[in-house]
C-alpha cells in the first residue's frame, strides 16, 4: 500500500478550495490541508526532515494516531505491556509524519478541491475531497473522522473511494506483528520511516 498512497500523495497540490468551515470534521480537513500546502511550496527547500519537522505538529493535530495505532495492531493490543504499546504508538506517528513529508515534498499545479456535503455516518463523519491534476485524471481521497478529546479527529484515510489506508496497513503489517511480536513491529515501522525520509519508494 506505500507505493499507493506515494502514487496518490504525489498528486496533491496547491490551495485547496475550502470546506464549509460550519462544520468542525470539515473545518479540521481545511487547516490539515493548508498545512501540507504550506509545507510543498517549500518543499524543496525544507529537504524531508525540514518536511518531517514542519507537518509533524499538523499531523498530530488532525489526526487520532493512537486509535489508529490500536486499530493496525489489532485484538493482540491489550496483551501488550504499556511500554511496548507507546513504543508502537511512537513508531507509527513517526511513520505516518514521514509518508506525508515523503510524498508530499512539492508542487506542480494540482489543487485540492473539497466536498462542503459532509456525510454523517454513526459516530463517524466522512469529508471527501479530489486532487485535480494538469495532466492526470482527478485522484479521490476522503477522510474519516471521529471525536475524540472534544475535537474531530481523522481515524482512516480512504483512496478512490473505497481503499482504506488503515485496513490495508492492518493487513500489511499482521505477518511482522506475528512473526516478530509488538517489538519487532515498532521496530519495523520505524525502519519503514527511515525509508521514507532517505527518499526511498
Known sequence: MEGALAAAALLAGPPPARCVAADPAAAQIDA????LLETMKAGKALGPEGR???LEPAVRRA??????TRFTVGLSWAQIPPATQQ???AAFERLTVASYAHNFDGWSGETF????????????KLVRTQIIS???APVAISYRLRQ????????????????SQ??????????TLAQEGPAGLAAHLNALADHELKGGD
Do not use: C, E, Q
Open 32 to 35: 490539515f490541508d493548508a498545512a
Open 52 to 54: 518531517y519537522r514542519k
Open 63 to 68: 489526526f487520532d494516531l493512537g486509535t489508529m
Open 87 to 89: 513504543a508502537l504508538a
Open 113 to 124: 478541491v473539497a466536498d462542503p456535503n459532509v456525510i454523517t455516518r454513526g459516530p463517524d
Open 134 to 136: 494538469p495532466h492526470d
Open 148 to 163: 475524540s478529546g472534544g475535537a474531530w479527529k481523522i481515524i482512516d484515510v480512504l483512496y478512490n473511494g473505497s481503499i
Open 166 to 175: 488503515l485496513t490495508t496497513r492492518r493487513a500489511d503489517f499482521a505477518a
